[in-house]
């Protein structure tokens, strides 16, 4: 099981940018897709990109693509969202996830284990 920490949440301005970071443990990247998902209030949970475990592949939402990038650093076995340009209707808890099945999927169902969720709230 891959236990999953998120910190680099907070409060910014519309335009602004933040990075999230998503430490792992318990199993190396390589091992699974890493997705970070978000949810608003009175709304579903969404997933806004996702990295293959190799690396090679990644995935964006309509929503982030141009403004979000997901990457990883191996070696610290964590991985990143970072998030430019923000609108305050990306305001959500943002959540890293862990699929063992090592394809890329949106449904948060396939996903196996979950961080604790950071805050992003974006003023406008």
């Known amino acids: 099981q891959v236990q999953l920490v998120e910190s680099g949440g907070g409060l910014v301005q519309a335009g602004g940018s933040l990075r999230l970071s998503c430490a792992a443990s318990g199993r190396p990247l390589s091992a699974f897709v890493m997705g970070w998902f978000r949810q608003a209030p009175g709304k579903e949970r969404e997933l806004v990109a996702a990295i293959s475990p190799s690396g090679a592949t990644t995935y964006y939402a309509d929503s982030v693509k141009g403004r979000f990038t997901i990457s990883r650093d191996v070696a610290k076995n964590t991985g990143y969202l970072q998030m430019n340009s923000l609108r305050p209707e990306d305001t959500a808890v943002y959540y890293c996830?862990?699929?063992?099945?090592?394809?890329?999927?949106?449904?948060?169902?396939?996903?196996?284990?979950w961080g604790q969720g950071t805050q992003v709230t974006v003023s406008s």
């Open positions: 996830a862990a699929d063992y099945s090592l394809v890329v999927h949106t449904t948060p169902s396939t996903y196996n284990s």
